[in-house]
């Protein structure tokens, strides 16, 4: 471990421990605290070299703590302007190494991993191959991945409806309703394709899903839906 990761890595475990101290018996440090420290401390990196960053996002993903994942992640997702044709391997080999949860899951591949993808739309074809994995979270991230691009308008050779197919007998909740947000998210930008999908897919389609899928629409759409 270099001397910097080391002096970082000291810095967020005791501002880590003042956040804790602060908090009511019962209660939770806040994902928000989290962030801001990671701002701060982001800002202290004397390098801000792509590689060097991944390198110290590493060190804390190996920590295997929540709060030091957070901070890794928002990191990675700092440095989106910079990726390159090598990050894919290193945000996989993370996903596959260090997420472990819905969480973690959920916030490296709506900020970092998501914007990847937004990028390179070809690496689709990776996420497709994800639907299989056996780990639940990496099920659950082929469609989570999905949802930047959805919500940013800009999903063209992404097809979220490829990947619902896939999941669709999924036998994990948590992947059921990761694939349900998404599609919640696309009908925020393409209502009728949703409600289309839905109405098509209702006999087969896990209920925890279809009703995820369907939240936001107006309330007389959701009643007909639900009908179904």
Request: proline share 3%.
């Amino acid at each position: 471990m270099s001397s910097v990761a080391e002096d970082l890595l000291g810095t967020a475990k005791q501002e880590i421990e003042t956040l804790w101290s602060y908090v009511p018996e019962g209660k939770h440090v806040k994902t928000g605290d989290i962030r801001k420290l990671s701002s701060r401390l982001f800002r202290s990196i004397p390098n801000k070299d792509l590689h060097f960053v991944f390198m110290l996002c590493e060190e804390f993903l190996e920590e295997h703590n929540w709060e030091l994942g957070v901070i890794a992640f928002d990191w990675a997702f700092r440095m989106k302007k910079n990726y390159n044709g090598d990050t894919y391997c290193i945000f996989y080999n993370w996903l596959k190494k260090y997420v472990r949860g819905w969480g973690d899951c959920d916030d490296f591949c709506t900020h970092a991993f998501g914007e990847l993808l937004r990028q390179d739309k070809s690496l689709f074809a990776n996420v497709k191959e994800w639907t299989q994995d056996k780990d639940f979270w990496v099920r659950r991230a082929s469609a989570v991945i999905l949802i930047p691009a959805i919500l940013h308008d800009d999903y063209e050779s992404i097809d979220p409806f490829e990947i619902s197919d896939r999941l669709m007998n999924d036998e994990d909740d948590l992947v059921l309703k990761g694939f349900g947000w998404m599609l919640k998210s696309l009908s925020q930008i393409d209502p009728s394709a949703v409600k289309e999908y839905l109405i098509r897919n209702h006999k087969v389609m896990p209920r925890v899903s279809y009703r995820y899928a369907l939240e936001k629409f107006d309330t007389e759409t959701k009643k007909r839906l639900m009908a179904l």
